[in-house]
C-alpha cells in the first residue's frame, strides 16, 4: 500500500543530474566537448530522444559539455514533435546555464514556439528571478495541456519573486481534473516551505483536490511546523479509503500532533479493516508517549478494538511510563487470542518489572498449546529481557529447548543464557520493534 502514497521526484534537477553525473560514468573513454562538428551535434541531439537510458544519457552529458556549440540546435530541439526530445533538450540548456539564457527567452517569446513552459522551466533554472519565465508558467499552469500544466506546476517550485502569487496559483492547481498537476501542485508547494501550509491544510478537506494523499504527505515532509493539519488528518483517517487512512497516520506520526486531538482515533484506527493502518497507528501511539497510556490501557480491555494487541505494543514502545497498563496487560496474555497474547508478552517485558506475578504469567505463556508458538516465543524472550528475577522461568525454558519451532527453541536458548549471565537485551529491539505479521505470526 506504501507504493501508492509514494512521492514522486521527477524534478526537471533530477534529470539534469542524471544527464551529467550518471552518463557519465558510460563515457570515461572521452565524448569530449567542443570537437564535434555539426554532424556530431545534430546526431547527439537524436540519441538524446532515445528511449534507452545510456544512450540519452551519454547525449545529454556530450551535448552539456559543447555548450556554444550546442546551443543553436538545442533550442531548435524544443520545437521537435517529440515532447521528450524537447524536455531533455531544455533540462540540457538550463544546465548549460546562462550562456542559453538569451536563447531561451527569445524562443519563450516567439508565438510561434507551441511549447514556451519547456523555455521557461530552464530558465528559473538559471535565474529563479526571471519574471517573464514565471509570468509563462503561471499562464501555462492556466491554460496548457495536462503535461504542460505539470511541468509548469513542478518548475514553480523555483521561482524567487511573486512567491504568494505562485502559491495561490499551485493551490487551484491542486483542484486540477488530472491528478498528476495535482501532485506535482503539492510536490511544488512543499517545496516553497512554511508558507504553503495553511493552502496545504486547507486542502486536505476540498473534496475537489483528487491527490488528497500526496498533499497529506508533502503535509508530513514539512514536519512539526504542520502540526494544525492534525485534525484535518483525522478526518481523512475517518473517512478516507484504504491509502487515505494509512497515509494519513504516517504522516499524524510525522507532524507531532497535540496527543489530546488524534489520541482517539488512533485508538479507533486499532481496529482498521486494513492491518498496516492498526499497525502503523500503534507506533504512532507509542511516539505520544505518556498522555496515550490511560487511553491505550482502557482498549486493551476494549471489546470493541478489533487488534487489542496493537494497543499493548503501543504499550510497549512507550515503556516504564506505561507500567500502570500491568493488570491489563496481564489479562490479555490470559485471554486474548494469539495475536494479542504475544504481543502482551512482549509488552510486559518493555513495560513491568520482575514481579514474581508477571514471571509466573509469563511461564505459564510459554507453556500454552505449543502450536501458539508465536507466544511462547514472545514469553520467552521476554523472560530473557528480565534476565536474573526470572530465575525461575529456568526448568519451563529448558523444556522449551524441546519445541518444534525453531523460533521458539532458539529464544528460551537465548533467554536461558541471558538469565545465567546477563546482558544488556538478547537481541536488538529494533528486532522487536517491527512485529511483522506472516499468516497470524510474528517472525
Not at 262 to 285: F, K, N, P, Y
Not at 301 to 306: A, E, I, P, T
Request: with cysteine.
Amino acid at each position: 500500500m506504501m507504493d501508492g502514497m509514494k512521492i514522486l521526484s521527477d524534478t526537471l534537477s533530477a534529470v539534469v543530474v542524471s544527464a551529467v553525473v550518471l552518463a557519465g560514468m558510460y563515457c570515461s573513454s572521452g565524448c569530449g566537448g567542443g570537437e564535434e562538428g555539426d554532424d556530431g551535434v545534430a546526431g547527439l541531439i537524436e540519441q538524446l530522444g532515445s528511449k534507452d537510458p545510456d544512450t540519452h544519457l551519454h547525449a545529454a552529458w556530450a551535448l552539456t559539455k559543447m555548450k556554444a556549440k550546442a546551443l543553436g540546435p538545442l533550442v531548435e530541439a524544443l520545437r521537435s514533435s517529440n515532447r521528450t526530445l524537447a524536455r531533455r533538450a531544455g533540462c540540457v540548456l538550463a544546465s548549460i546555464g546562462r550562456e542559453a539564457a538569451d536563447l531561451l527567452t527569445e524562443a519563450m517569446a516567439d508565438s510561434e514556439f507551441s511549447r514556451p513552459h519547456i523555455a521557461a522551466s530552464a530558465l528559473v533554472q538559471i535565474d529563479p528571478g526571471d519574471r517573464a519565465a514565471v509570468d509563462t508558467l503561471l499562464e501555462t499552469l492556466k491554460k496548457g495541456d495536462a503535461e504542460a500544466r505539470a511541468m509548469s506546476a513542478r518548475a514553480l517550485e523555483r521561482v524567487e519573486l511573486e512567491v504568494d502569487t505562485v502559491i495561490s496559483a499551485l493551490l487551484a492547481a491542486l483542484r486540477d481534473s488530472d491528478a498528476n498537476v495535482c501532485r506535482k501542485a503539492a510536490e511544488s508547494l512543499g517545496a516553497l516551505g512554511r508558507r504553503s501550509i495553511a493552502g496545504l491544510i486547507v486542502a486536505l478537506s476540498d473534496s475537489r483536490v483528487h491527490c488528497r494523499d500526496h498533499v497529506a504527505m508533502v503535509l508530513g515532509r514539512l514536519g512539526p511546523p504542520a502540526g494544525q493539519a492534525a485534525a484535518g488528518l483525522v478526518t481523512m483517517l475517518k473517512r478516507g479509503d484504504d491509502n487515505e487512512r494509512a497515509v494519513a497516520v504516517y504522516v499524524l506520526g510525522k507532524i507531532a500532533p497535540e496527543p489530546q486531538v488524534v489520541t482517539g482515533a488512533l485508538i479507533g484506527a486499532l481496529s482498521d479493516t486494513e492491518e498496516e493502518v492498526s499497525e502503523m497507528a500503534a507506533r504512532v501511539l507509542g511516539m505520544l508517549g505518556a498522555p496515550a497510556v490511560e487511553a491505550l490501557s482502557e482498549s486493551l480491555s476494549d471489546k470493541s478494538v478489533r487488534r487489542p494487541g496493537y494497543a499493548a505494543l503501543a504499550l510497549a514502545i512507550i515503556g516504564p511510563p506505561a507500567r500502570g497498563a500491568t493488570d491489563r496487560l496481564l489479562s490479555l496474555l490470559k485471554n486474548g487470542d494469539e495475536e494479542s497474547r504475544g504481543l502482551a508478552a512482549y509488552a510486559l517485558s518493555k513495560v513491568a518489572d520482575g514481579k514474581a506475578e508477571i514471571i509466573s504469567a509469563l511461564t505459564g505463556a510459554l507453556q500454552n498449546d505449543p502450536s501458539e508458538y508465536s507466544v511462547q516465543m514472545y514469553a520467552a524472550e521476554a523472560l530473557g529481557r528480565i534476565a536474573p528475577p526470572a530465575r525461575a522461568a529456568i526448568p519451563a525454558l529448558t523444556e522449551a529447548l524441546k519445541h518444534s519451532s525453531k523460533a521458539v527453541r532458539q529464544a528460551a536458548a537465548e533467554a536461558i543464557e541471558n538469565i545465567k549471565s546477563p546482558k544488556p537485551t538478547s537481541r536488538p529491539d529494533s528486532q522487536h520493534g517491527s512485529c511483522h505479521h506472516d499468516h497470524g505470526h510474528f517472525h
